[in-house]
C-alpha cells in the first residue's frame, strides 16, 4: 500500500467522521423539534387557534346560524353594562378568596398533620383518601351533592336534626346556596393542592427542623418560622394554579344551583356558557372571555411579582 | 463489539420509531371514521338522519319505527341519533352546534320550549306538504286537539305536528289524601280549596312530609298559577294568519274562532299586579310551611320522593306515570286533578314533534317520515306505555293506563277538551334568555318578605326586557 494510498484513505475516513459529525449535529438539531412537533401543532390548533379567533369573535355580532357581522367594541361595552355580568364576576372574586384560602389552608394543614403524626400506612391512605374526590366527574358529585343538600329529604339536614338544628334550606337561599357551592368545590379540589404540600414537606431537610429545636423551636413556631419559610415556592405554584381554577368554576354552580338563587351563585364562566350556548351570542361570550383571561393573567402577573416578597428558596 | 452494540441500538430505535408511526398511521386509519364523524348516523351516506333527545337505548326503541316505516318506504334510509341532554335547553344547544360544524341532522324532534327558535330561524315549514297531502291528514288533525296544533304554529306557519304532549295538572298521593280526613278535590277546586287541602295534610303528617313540592322551571314551576290567574310573565298576543290550516283541518271544531296564525310573547310582563299576587299567593305557601322554596333544575328526585308517600301534591304532566310506576307505587296511590282554578282555570302545556330542518337533503323524504310518524301505527309503537300523553286522543284510553294508574287518567285529555284556551309554555325565539330570566327571579320572589317579591319582580321585568331586546 502506498503512502498516497493511506492519505487518501486517511482523508477520507476523517471525511466521513467529519460529515458523520456534522449529520449528527444536524439531527440533534432537529430531533428535538421533531419530538415537540405533535405538541405544538396540537397546541396550535386547539389552543392557540381558539384563542385568536375567541379574541376575534369578540369584535363580531353571532349567532351560529347567521353571517357574523362587524360590531367593533360593542360587545365589551354591552357586556360591562349587563348587571348579570356585573354581579358574576363579583361573584366569581368573591368564591375565589373564600374558596382559595379554604382549599389552600385545609390542604396545608391535613398535609402537616398527615406527614408528621401517621404511621406510613395511614398516611398512603390519607393521601389516597384526599385526592380521590378529584377523580370524580364534577358534574356528577354535584349531582349527588343536591340530594344530600335537599331542605326537606336532604341527609345534611336529617343529621342537623339528631343535634336541634332545624332544615337548613341549603340551595335555596343566596348564603346558603353559595356556602353549599364553595364547600362542595373545596371538598373536591383541596387534594391536588394537599399532594403540592406533601411533596414541599418531603423536600424539607430534617436537619432544619433539627437545627430550630436545639435553638428551642417547638410545636406550631417550628412550622411558622421552619415549614411556612421552606414551603413558599409550593405555596406559590399551589395558589397559582388554585386561583386559576377557581377563576374558572363552572360545574358545582352549574349543577347545584344553576347559578341562584338569584344571581347569587352565578359564575363569569357561567355568564360565558348561557350567553353562548343559550342565548347564542357567541361575540359576547368571547367578550366576556376575553376579560375573564385578562384578569386571570393580571392576577397570576401580580402573584408572582409580589412573590418575591414571601417566596424563600433554600 | 462496541459496533455492533451501536448497530443494535439503531436498529432498535429505527424500530421502535418504526413501530411507533405504523401505531400512529394505524390507529389514524381505525379510528377514521370518529375522526371524521362519519361515524355519526346518517353522515356520509343519504339516509334521513333524525336528532331526538335521549339515550342510546332511546334511540333502539326507536328501530321498531324505522322498520315500520322502511315498510312503507323502502327508498328511505332512516337513522336516528340520540343526544342525550339534561333538559331541552341542552338539547337545543348541541343542535346549534351541530348546526354550527356544517353537520345538522335533517330532522329533530323538539318541544314547545325551541318550537320558535327552530321556526325563526332553522325549521321548514309544513304548509305545502300539508296541503299537498291534505286528504291523508285528515284524520291526524280530526284525532289531535287544535290548542297543540296552534302551538307549533309561527306566523302563519305550521312547523310541527305534535307527538306528544303534557298539562300541568295537579298529582296528589291518596293515602295523604285520605290521612288529612279529605275526598278526592273537585274539577273547579279554587286555589283558596288548594291551599286549605295543604293545611290539613299538613296538619295531618307534621313530621317528614312535605304537602306541596314544586321546582323552579318553565313547565310546572310558577307558570300555571299565572295562567290560573289569567296572566303571565309575558305579554301573550297572537299573530294572523295560518286560516288555511284551521279552514282544511278544524272546520267544523268549536273552538275554531280561538285559532291563529301562532303565538308571540313580545313583551315583558312581570310588573303585572296579577303577577305579583301570584307570587305572593306562592310566597304565602312557602312562608307557612305548606310548600316548599323552589329548587332550580329539573324535578328528576322529585318521582322518588312522591313515590315514597313524602309529597303531598305536586304539578305534573302524564309522563310521570310511568316513572311512579317503575318507582313502585300502585295505581290506586296516587291520583291526578286539574289545576285549580283562580280567575280561570286555563292550564299550561308543553307539546313536541318533529321538525324538519331548512338544510335538510331530501326534505320530501323527511316529509314522509313526519306523516308516518304521526301516523297510529307508529305511535302505537313509539307510545307502548304512558311516559307521555300521546297528541292523539284516541290513543289516551283505558289500555294505556291498565295496571298503572291513575284512575282519572282522562283528566289530562280533559284538560284540553274542557278548558280550550289553555295554552303552551311561554317561549319566544329567546326562550332561553327568558327562562334563565324568570327561574333566576322566582326563588328571591317567594322566598323573602314583600320588599324582597317586589324587587325581585322588578328585576325579572329589567331582564326579561333585555333578554326579549335581545336576538333570537
Do not use: C
Amino acid at each position: 500500500m502506498s503512502t498516497a494510498t493511506t492519505d487518501m484513505s486517511t482523508k477520507r475516513r476523517h471525511g466521513a467522521a467529519a460529515k458523520s459529525k456534522t449529520s449528527g449535529k444536524q439531527r440533534q438539531r432537529w430531533l428535538p423539534w421533531a419530538f415537540l412537533a405533535p405538541t405544538i401543532l396540537g397546541m396550535g390548533l386547539f389552543t392557540l387557534v381558539p384563542i385568536v379567533a375567541s379574541v376575534l369573535l369578540a369584535f363580531f355580532r353571532w349567532d351560529i346560524i347567521s353571517a357574523p357581522s362587524f360590531v367593533g367594541f360593542d360587545n365589551f361595552a354591552e357586556v360591562v353594562q349587563d348587571p348579570t355580568v356585573r354581579v358574576s364576576f363579583l361573584n366569581t372574586i368573591v368564591f375565589v378568596v373564600v374558596a382559595v384560602a379554604l382549599q389552600l389552608g385545609l390542604a396545608l394543614a391535613l398535609a402537616i398533620m398527615v406527614q408528621e403524626k401517621l404511621p406510613a400506612w395511614l398516611r398512603v391512605f390519607f393521601r389516597s383518601a384526599f385526592f380521590f374526590p378529584l377523580i370524580l366527574s364534577a358534574a356528577s358529585v354535584s349531582i349527588f351533592m343536591r340530594y344530600l343538600f335537599n331542605e326537606q329529604f336532604g341527609v345534611v339536614n336529617w343529621l342537623l336534626s339528631f343535634v336541634g338544628i332545624p332544615a337548613v334550606p341549603w340551595l335555596t337561599t343566596p348564603g346558603g346556596s353559595a356556602a353549599v357551592v364553595i364547600l362542595v368545590y373545596v371538598w373536591q379540589n383541596f387534594g391536588f393542592s394537599f399532594l403540592l404540600f406533601i411533596g414541599g414537606l418531603a423536600s424539607i431537610p430534617t436537619e432544619t427542623y433539627e437545627a430550630a429545636s436545639i435553638d428551642g423551636a417547638t410545636g406550631w413556631r417550628k412550622h411558622l418560622h421552619v415549614t411556612l419559610p421552606l414551603l413558599s415556592p409550593t405555596t406559590l405554584v399551589a395558589s397559582v394554579m388554585a386561583i386559576i381554577n377557581a377563576l374558572q368554576v363552572f360545574d358545582q354552580p352549574y349543577v347545584l344551583t344553576r347559578g341562584g338563587p338569584g344571581d347569587s351563585t352565578r359564575t363569569a364562566v357561567m355568564v360565558i356558557f348561557e350567553s353562548a350556548f343559550q342565548r347564542l351570542e357567541f361575540g359576547q361570550a368571547s367578550a366576556i372571555g376575553v376579560i375573564l383571561t385578562l384578569i386571570i393573567m393580571a392576577i397570576t402577573a401580580a402573584q408572582f411579582r409580589l412573590s418575591k416578597r414571601f417566596v424563600f428558596y433554600q | 463489539m462496541a459496533g455492533s452494540n451501536g448497530k443494535l441500538r439503531e436498529i432498535s430505535r429505527r424500530t421502535a420509531l418504526g413501530a411507533l408511526g405504523a401505531g400512529i398511521v394505524g390507529a389514524t386509519v381505525a379510528s377514521w371514521p370518529r375522526l371524521t364523524g362519519m361515524d355519526i348516523p346518517g353522515r356520509g351516506d343519504n339516509s334521513l338522519s333524525i336528532a331526538i333527545m335521549g339515550t342510546a337505548a332511546d334511540a333502539a326503541a326507536r328501530q321498531r319505527v324505522i322498520d315500520a316505516f322502511a315498510r312503507v318506504h323502502p327508498e328511505i334510509r332512516v337513522k336516528v341519533q340520540a343526544i342525550q341532554a339534561a333538559d331541552w335547553k341542552d338539547f337545543f344547544t348541541k343542535i346549534l352546534t351541530m348546526v354550527a360544524a356544517g353537520t345538522p341532522p335533517d330532522v329533530v324532534y323538539v318541544a314547545t320550549e325551541g318550537a320558535q327558535l327552530f321556526a325563526e330561524k332553522l325549521a321548514h315549514p309544513l304548509d305545502e306538504y300539508l296541503r299537498r297531502d291534505a286528504a291523508d291528514m285528515k284524520e291526524y288533525f280530526a284525532d289531535v286537539h287544535p290548542s297543540l296544533v296552534e302551538a307549533f304554529m309561527y306566523k302563519g306557519s305550521l312547523f310541527q305536528l305534535p307527538i306528544d304532549w303534557n298539562a300541568a295538572n295537579m298529582y296528589y298521593n291518596t293515602s295523604a289524601l285520605q290521612q288529612a280526613g279529605l275526598e278526592r278535590p273537585s274539577d273547579n277546586w279554587t286555589q283558596a280549596d288548594f291551599r286549605n287541602t295543604l293545611a290539613a295534610m299538613r296538619k295531618a303528617r307534621p313530621q317528614d312530609f312535605t304537602p306541596y313540592y314544586w321546582t323552579n322551571r318553565l313547565f310546572g314551576g310558577v307558570v300555571p298559577w299565572l295562567y290560573a290567574n289569567d296572566t303571565s310573565f309575558l305579554k301573550e298576543t297572537k299573530s294572523g294568519g295560518g286560516g288555511w290550516l284551521w279552514d282544511s283541518f278544524y272546520a267544523q271544531d268549536p273552538s275554531r274562532g280561538l285559532r291563529s296564525g301562532g303565538y308571540q310573547w313580545l313583551e315583558p310582563n312581570a310588573d303585572d299586579p296579577r303577577v305579583y299576587e301570584s307570587f305572593d299567593y306562592l310566597r304565602g305557601l312557602v312562608k307557612d310551611g305548606l310548600g316548599v322554596r323552589p329548587e332550580e333544575g329539573g324535578g328528576n328526585s322529585l318521582v322518588g320522593l312522591f313515590a315514597s308517600n313524602r309529597i303531598g301534591m305536586t304539578p305534573a304532566g302524564g309522563y310521570w306515570v310511568e316513572g311512579l310506576h317503575e318507582a313502585g307505587m300502585k295505581e290506586d296511590g296516587f291520583d291526578v286533578q286539574f289545576f285549580p282554578r283562580w280567575r280561570t282555570q286555563r292550564h299550561q302545556f308543553g307539546t313536541a314533534g318533529y321538525a324538519i330542518m331548512k338544510t335538510a337533503k331530501d326534505k320530501d323524504a323527511a316529509w314522509e317520515w313526519l306523516k308516518f310518524s304521526s301516523s297510529l301505527e307508529a305511535m302505537r309503537l313509539v307510545f307502548p306505555t304512558p311516559n307521555t300523553t300521546p297528541a292523539r286522543r284516541s290513543m289516551v284510553n283505558e289500555q294505556l293506563y291498565a295496571g298503572r294508574g291513575p284512575k282519572h287518567w282522562k283528566v289530562f285529555y280533559d284538560t284540553l277538551d274542557k278548558f280550550p284556551t289553555t295554552g303552551p309554555i311561554p317561549a319566544p325565539p329567546q326562550q332561553a334568555a327568558v327562562e334563565t330570566a324568570l327561574m333566576k327571579n322566582v326563588s328571591l320572589a317567594v322566598s323573602g318578605d314583600e320588599r324582597q317579591l317586589k324587587q325581585a319582580l322588578d328585576s325579572m321585568q329589567r331582564d326579561l326586557e333585555i333578554a326579549l331586546r335581545r336576538q333570537a
